[in-house]
C-alpha cells in the first residue's frame, strides 16, 4: 500500500471550506480500482494533512495522471506538479510517501 500526505497550509477561515472541497472530491476518485481512502488530518499548526491511501505507485499514477487530478488541482498537469514525485504538491506544500503494510 502507498500512503500519500500532502500538507496544506491554509488560513482558520478557509479551513472548513478546505475540507469540504476534499469531501467533493473523494467520491469521484472512488473510480479508480488503486484508490483505498482519503482522511483530512489537523495539525496542531492548524495545517492540514490530506492522507490519501493506494494500492501501489501505479495506482496512484493513474490519478495523477488523468484530467481527474488536474480539475481537482485548479487545472494544472501532474507534469507541472512533478509527477509522482511531486504529485498534488502545488499549493499543498510537500507530498511525502509511505509504504504501508496493513495489519488489520
Known sequence: MLIAVNKV?????QRAATVEG????VPAMKQ?????GMEIWTEQDGSLL???????K????E???NA???SHHSGTTAEQKGGYGGAASGGHGQTLYYEA???I
Open 101 to 103: 503494510e496493513q495489519l
Open 22 to 25: 476534499f469531501k467533493r472530491a
Open 32 to 36: 479508480f480500482s488503486g484508490f483505498l
Open 63 to 65: 490519478y495523477t495522471n
Open 9 to 13: 497550509s491554509v488560513a482558520p477561515e
Open 58 to 61: 501505479e495506482a496512484l499514477e
Open 68 to 70: 481527474l487530478f488536474r
Open 50 to 56: 490530506a492522507v490519501s491511501r493506494w494500492t501501489s
